[in-house]
Nanobody
Framework: QVQLVESGGGLVQAGGSLRLSCAAS????????MGWFRQAPGKEREFVAG????????YHADSVKGRFTISRDNARETVYLQMNSLKPEDTAAYYC????????????????????WGQGTQVTVSS
């Protein structure tokens, strides 16, 4: 079992920044990959960014590349999503997720590969 708790969401103006955090517990944090997904009302949940077990490999969706950065601190058992230059279209509920079957050095962009999910944190970007 893995428990994930997100924090850091809120309301921000376009062009602003937010940093999301996701604290994990229950299994050895460095043994699984982590991802961030988001879901806007009426839309499918989509991949945003992912990091391998060690954090040395990361992958970002084209829609956020250059603006968002995923990172992880295995000692603190926490993954982060730094979001800069936010746009109204970034408005969504953001979820962190754990992929327990990932191979070392790999990152999956497929939500079906993720085994555990947090409860989500809302990000709202006003224009």
């Amino acid at each position: 079992q893995v428990q994930l708790v997100e924090s850091g969401g809120g309301l921000v103006q376009a062009g602003g920044s937010l940093r999301l955090s996701c604290a994990a517990s229950g299994r050895t944090f460095s043994s699984y990959a982590m991802g961030w997904f988001r879901q806007a009302p009426g839309k499918e949940r989509e991949f945003v960014a992912g990091t391998s077990r060690s954090g040395r490999s990361t992958y970002h969706a084209d829609s956020v590349k250059g603006r968002f950065t995923i990172s992880r601190d295995n000692a603190r058992e926490t993954v982060y999503l730094q979001m800069n230059s936010l746009k109204p279209e970034d408005t969504a509920a953001y979820y962190c997720a754990a992929d327990l079957t990932s191979y070392s050095g790999t990152v999956s962009t497929t939500k079906g590969d993720y085994d555990y999910w947090g409860q989500g944190t809302q990000v709202t970007v006003s224009s």
